[in-house]
């Protein structure tokens, strides 16, 4: 067990609709990391939140956000949804900003998303 | 452009076999991280390994070592004397430093069998 908590684990939804997934770190981890595991796309790292800050930006579509709450876990925001978002979405955590040797990425077990 | 290649898209070895996995990366970033994660037919992601652009030195884990070499843009990844549990896919990523975003491969599926 990572200590990286994500719920749901699984969501089938529908064409069009809003859906969205949470993430809770480690404790006493600061950065949460959003990345997606799909057939076509392979695995594609998202967003990172640094204490309640965008850190980084990776190729998340303009009907995706994302935030990092006070308390630290994270919510990820998936509108519209087409048939192409169906896939794994995983959430890390890390103790800084991973630019440290110890910035380990612990990960939590994925939101499988189905839309159909 | 930023580019992780994993040409290696599956390989099958006999338990206790040394194996090793290519990783060749593009950047013109001179400060840059490279990772290694495992993803075992349970689905879930494990770290293995970070390695930053200005530390060659290569790295001895147990069963596991990773050759860095600037020269060649190449993060190898070598599991020596092979276990069933090391049946997995092998992701190699590039972060660079200055958009901190991660660019992964497209994945090894090594097979390890009894």
């Known amino acids: 067990d990572s200590g990286v908590t994500q719920t749901p684990k699984h969501l089938i939804t529908a064409t069009g609709q809003r859906v969205t997934l949470r993430c809770s770190p480690r404790?006493?981890?600061?950065?949460v990391y959003w990345y997606q595991q799909s057939l076509d796309q392979g695995l594609q790292f998202l967003i990172q939140?640094?204490?309640?800050?965008?850190?980084a930006k990776g190729n998340i579509l303009e009907r995706f956000s994302a935030q990092q709450f006070p308390d630290l876990h994270s919510e990820l925001n998936l509108s519209s949804l087409e048939l192409g978002d169906s896939a794994l979405y995983f959430c890390?955590?890390?103790?800084?900003?991973?630019?440290?040797?110890?910035?380990?990425?612990?990960f939590g077990p994925g939101t499988r998303l189905t839309v159909l | 452009a930023q580019k992780v290649t994993q040409a290696q898209t599956e390989i099958s070895v006999v338990e206790k076999e040394d194996v090793t996995l290519d990783c060749v990366y593009e950047?013109?970033?001179?400060?840059?991280?490279l990772f290694w994660y495992k993803q075992p037919p349970s689905g879930e992601l494990v770290f293995l390994i970070r390695?930053?652009?200005?530390?060659?030195q290569n790295e001895i884990s147990g069963r596991y070592s990773w050759n860095f070499q600037k020269s060649t843009s190449s993060f190898n990844f070598t599991i020596t004397a092979s276990q069933v549990v090391d049946s997995a896919v092998y992701f190699c990523?590039?972060?660079?430093?200055?958009?901190?975003?991660?660019?992964f491969g497209t994945g090894t599926r090594l097979k390890v069998l009894a």
């Open positions: 890390a955590s890390s103790v800084g900003t991973g630019g440290t040797i110890v910035d380990t990425q612990y």
């Open positions: 390695r930053n652009s200005f530390d060659e």
């Open positions: 404790s006493g981890d600061l950065s």
């Open positions: 990523a590039l972060r660079t430093s200055g958009t901190y975003k991660y660019i």
């Open positions: 950047t013109r970033d001179t400060t840059y991280y």
């Open positions: 939140y640094y204490n309640g800050e965008e850190r």
